[in-house]
C-alpha cells in the first residue's frame, strides 16, 4: 500500500538518534527541514519511503540520518562487521564523490564528540564504486569491505555477480536510490529495479528503501517503482511530497513586441542585451539552453557584450576536467554567470544561484520546476525564473506551462514496461549467480515493477534467444550465453567466459557517437550526430560545414552524400536536439486555445488582454502578442482546441496538409508517419512530412490532391500500430535503435574479451542480424524490443492513440482550406519549406507570409 506521511516533531525525531547523532545535529542546525521531518523516523520503523522536495532542502541528510544514527550505534557496541550496510545509489557519477565528501564530514565531527566524552568507536567505513574506480581501490574494497557503498545503478548490477563482493552485500539495512526522476523514465530506471530486486534476494533481514526526487508527478506511481512486489503483494511505502514548501518566482518576458515583423538580427540584439541585462543585476545567473549548439552561441554573443564578467559554458560535449571546473568555480562564486544545455539539472551541488533564466520552452512543466528549484538554493529562498521567448507558439506554451508551474499541476511521468533487452542481461547476471528454475526467476523479475506484467511466453523467448536455440544465429557470431532444460524447466550459465562478457558489456546508455558524412567518391566532409541521422529520408538534402549534400544511402556509421549546388535543404540542422513537448501539457495548452477562442467571441480586446496579465501574470506586450496571434489565426481560419481538431488544406505548387494536432513531438511523429504511409497508398506517390510539437504536416507532389474524404479515412484507428511497424520499415531510425537494442541484449558485444568493438563494426554486425530476422524470424524479441522501444519511449503511441479515439467523438473534425498557410501553421510550413535552413531565411519567410495573411483578413474586411 502507498500512504502519505505525517512530518513528526523534533522531539520526536531527536528521540530516534543515537545520543552522539543527537549532540552532533544540535550543534550543526537549528531544527529539522521538512523533508527530515517525514523521513528519518519512518526509515528507524523500517518503513520504506519516497521523498519528493525541492534541491537544497537538506534530502540527502534526511535519507542518511538514521542509517548513520545505527552504524555509530553497532560502532560503540564493537558490533560493525566486515560487510555494507548501507548501498547509495545515484545515476550520477559527479554526484557520488559530493555525497562521500558530505558524509565523511558530519562522521569525523560525530568522531570528535565520541572522543571529546572518551567514547570508543569502531571506523566507518565510506567507499564509491562505480566504471571509473581502479583495480587496486576494488582490492581494498573486497578485504575490507565499505559499511557505506556509494554506487551508480550499472556497477550495483555487476558487483551482485562477484562471487567475493557480493557475499558482503547479504545484510543492507538501507537502499537509499536518488535523483529517481531522472531514471524512472528510461531503461537505466528499469535495469535498477531489477538490479533491486536480485539484491533483496539475497537480505537476510529487511532492508529498508529510500528514495529521493525533485519534482515528479505521480508520486503513487514513483513510489511503486521503487518498492515493487513482494511475489505478487506491493510492497508498503511512505510517500511525502514537500515540494510545495519552497516559494517561486516564475514569469515570462519577451525582448521583442512584434513577432513577425522583427528580422532576425533585430531579435539577436534586443535578447543578448535582455539577458545581459539581467546578468548584470544579479550576483550570479544560471541560463538553460535546450541545445548544445545554443549553449554556445549565448556564450559568445553574451562575451561580447560583457567584457568584464566572468561566463562560461557547461553541456555534454565537454571534457569531463572542463565540466568540474565550471562546477568548482560556480561553488566558490568566481563565475559570475553560466550556460548549460541539460547538464546542471541534477543536484550537484553548484553553490549559491539567483536567477534562472530558460531560453526557450522547457517543453515539461517538470523539468521547468527543476530548473527553476537550482535558484535560491537554501529552503526558504525564493526560486526566481524568467522564461525567455522569441517565437510566438513558445510564448503560447511558455505562458500556460508557467501558470501549470505555479500552481504545481505536474506532467505524469511514463515508466517503460517490460524491455526484453534489459531482462536479457539481467537473465545472463542472474545464471552467473546460480541455477534457477523458470518459475522462481519469473517470480523474481515480476517484484521489479516494470516487468509486473511480463508473460510466462516472454520469458521463455527470452531465454531460448540466450541460449542459442536459433542455430542460424550463429553463422552471425551470435553465441549462446546461457544453458536452458526447457522440459526440466531450468537453465543456468554456460562456459567460463560469460562472466567477463557480462561485466564488459552491462549497462544501457548506448555508445552515442558521430556518423560520418562521405561523399560518393570517398572525401570525408564531417561529422552528424546520430540523432540527426536517424531521422534522414534518402533524397534528403541538409546543410553541413556550409555547403548542401543530398542523402543516398547509409553504410556501418557512415553517411554517403553527394554534393549538390544551389539546391534548397529540406532538413533543418537544428531539429535532433530539441526536447519533446509532454502530452499532458501540450493537452493544457489545447484547452488555453478553447478558453482564447471563447473569450474572443465573448469579450472585448482590453478585457482579453487584462484577464491574461492578471490569470497568468504576464506582461501587457506579451498579452497583445497572444491576443493578436489568436484574433489572426480565428480570421484568416480556424482556432484549433481542445474539442476542436483544424486541417488546412493548402494546395498550390506542391500540396500542403496541416494537421494542428498538438499533442507534443513524439505522439504527433507516430500519427504523422502513419498518415503518410496511409496517404502514400491512397496516392500511390511518396509523402514528405514535418513534425512539430503543434502537428503535423504532410506534403504531397503538385499532381496529388488528398479529398475531404481521403483526409477523414486517415483516421482510422485499425491497424494503427501496424501501419506503424510498416512505415518504420524503411528508416534510419529502426537500424540505429536496433543497433541499441542488440547490443543491450547482448546479441552484439560492445566489449569481447578486452578488445573493444568500435560502433561503426557495432552497426556492420547488427545490420546483417536485423534484415535476417525481419526475414525468418519476425517475432524475434529483440526486434519486438526495437519497435517496442520506438513506438512506446520514442514515439508515445499510447498518447497518439488515446489522442486519434477522440477524433470524431469528443472532438470535432474541421477541415479548411486556405489560400496560404495560416498563423498557426507557420511553424510547420516552415518545417517542409525547403529554402528556409538560416535564422534570417525564417524570420524573412515568416514576414511574408504574415503579410499575405493580413493582406487576406482586410480584403475580408472591406
Known sequence: MIIEGRPYSDEEILSALHPLVREWFLSKYSEFTPP?????????????????????????????????????????????????????????????????????????????????????????????????????????????????????????????????????????????????????????????????????????????????SATISPLDEVARFLVGYDYGVERDCIVADVTFEKPMDIKVVSPINDFFSATAEEISDKLYDLLAEYVKKSKTTLIFTNTRSATERVVYHLKKRLKDIPIKAHHSSLSKEVRLEVENELKNGSLRCVVSSTSLELGIDIGYIDLVILLGSPKSINRA?????????????????????????????????????????????????????????????????????????LALIRNAYPYRDLTKEEFISVLRYLSGSFSELERKRVYAKIWFDEEEGVFGRR?????????????????????????????????????????????????LAGKTFRFLKAKGMSIIVEEVEGEKPT???????????????????????????????????????ETLMEKFEIERNAANAIYRYFMEQRLFSEIPTDEKLVVEKYEGEKNYYFFHTLVGRRANSAIARVFAYRAGLIK????????????????????????????????????FEDHLRRALDRTEILRRRFRHVA????????????????????????????????????????????????????????????????????????????????????????????????????????????????????????
Open 36 to 212: 527530515q521531518r517525514y523521513a528519518i523516523v519512518e526509515a528507524f520503523k523500517g518503513n520504506n519511503v519516497l521523498i519528493t522536495s525541492p534541491t537544497g532542502s537538506g534530502k540527502t541528510l534526511a535519507a542518511f540520518l538514521a542509517a548513520i544514527s545505527m552504524l555509530i550505534e553497532r560502532a560503540e557496541k564493537g558490533e560493525l562487521e566486515d560487510r555494507v550496510y548501507v548501498v547509495y545509489v545515484s545515476p550520477l557519477k559527479a554526484l557520488n564523490n559530493d555525497i562521500k565528501k558530505n558524509l565523511e564530514e558530519p562522521l569525523s565531527e560525530i568522531y570528535d564528540i565520541a572522543e571529546s566524552k572518551g567514547v570508543k568507536l569502531q571506523k566507518i567505513r565510506v567507499a564509491v564504486r562505480t566504471g571509473d574506480t581502479d583495480a587496486s581501490e576494488k582490492q581494498k574494497q573486497m578485504r575490507k569491505p565499505p559499511h557505506i557503498l556509494i554506487t551508480t545503478p550499472e556497477t550495483l548490477a555487476i558487483v551482485l555477480c562477484s562471487p567475493k563482493f557480493s557475499k558482503s552485500l547479504s545484510e543492507v539495512k538501507y537502499l537509499i536510490v536518488d535523483e529517481i526522476h531522472a531514471i524512472a523514465e528510461n531503461k537505466r530506471g528499469v535495469h535498477l529495479s531489477l538490479s533491486i530486486e536480485r539484491l533483496q534476494r539475497v537480505q537476510k533481514g529487511k532492508m529498508v528503501r529510500i528514495g529521493l
Open 369 to 441: 520546476l527543476q530548473r527553476i528549484g537550482r535558484s535560491g538554493h537554501r529552503l526558504h529562498e525564493v526560486s526566481v525564473g524568467r522564461i525567455v521567448v522569441v517565437d510566438q507558439d513558445d510564448l503560447v506554451e511558455c505562458t500556460v506551462l508557467a501558470r501549470e508551474a505555479r500552481e504545481r499541476r505536474l506532467d505524469r511521468v511514463k515508466i517503460p514496461r517490460k524491455c526484453l533487452d534489459v531482462l536479457c542481461q539481467h537473465v545472463v547476471g542472474m545464471a552467473i549467480e546460480k541455477v534457477w528454475s523458470v518459475d522462481e526467476a
Open 495 to 543: 562456459g567460463k567466459m560469460i562472466r567477463p562478457i557480462y561485466y564488459l558489456n552491462t549497462g544501457t546508455i548506448p555508445d552515442e557517437v558521430a556518423v560520418k558524412v562521405i561523399t560518393k567518391d570517398g572525401k570525408r566532409v564531417g561529422k552528424v550526430e546520430e540523432e540527426f541521422a536517424e531521422n534522414l529520408v534518402a533524397g534528403d538534402i541538409f546543410v
Open 571 to 609: 532538413v533543418p540542422s537544428w531539429f535532433s536536439e530539441q526536447l519533446p513537448l509532454s502530452y499532458d501539457l501540450a493537452g493544457r495548452i489545447r484547452k488555453f486555445r478553447g478558453w482564447m477562442e471563447k473569450s474572443l467571441e465573448k469579450l472585448s480586446r482590453e478585457e482579453i488582454i
Open 684 to 719: 500511390n506517390c511518396n509523402v514528405q512530412m514535418g513534425v512539430n510539437d503543434n502537428g503535423f504536416a504532410l506534403i504531397l507532389p503538385p499532381n496529388r490532391r488528398l479529398s475531404d474524404a481521403e483526409i477523414e479515412s486517415l483516421f482510422m484507428l485499425p491497424n
Open 743 to 862: 547490443v543491450r541484449s547482448l546479441m552484439v558485444l560492445r566489449n569481447y574479451m578486452g578488445r573493444e568493438k568500435s560502433v561503426w563494426r557495432q552497426q556492420l554486425s547488427s545490420d546483417s542480424i536485423l534484415n535476417f530476422l525481419k526475414r525468418y524470424y519476425p517475432d524475434f524479441p529483440v526486434l519486438r524490443e526495437t519497435y517496442r522501444e520506438i513506438m512506446e519511449d520514442a514515439m508515445n503511441i499510447e498518447d497518439a492513440i488515446d489522442y486519434l479515439s477522440r477524433v470524431g467523438r469528443e472532438i470535432e473534425l474541421v477541415i479548411v482550406r486556405t489560400p496560404y498557410p495560416s498563423p498557426f501553421a507557420f511553424n510547420m510550413y516552415l518545417l517542409g519549406e525547403q529554402d528556409v535552413v538560416l535564422m534570417e531565411d525564417r524570420r524573412k519567410v515568416l514576414r511574408e507570409l504574415h503579410e499575405k495573411v493580413m493582406g487576406v483578413i482586410q480584403n475580408a474586411a472591406n
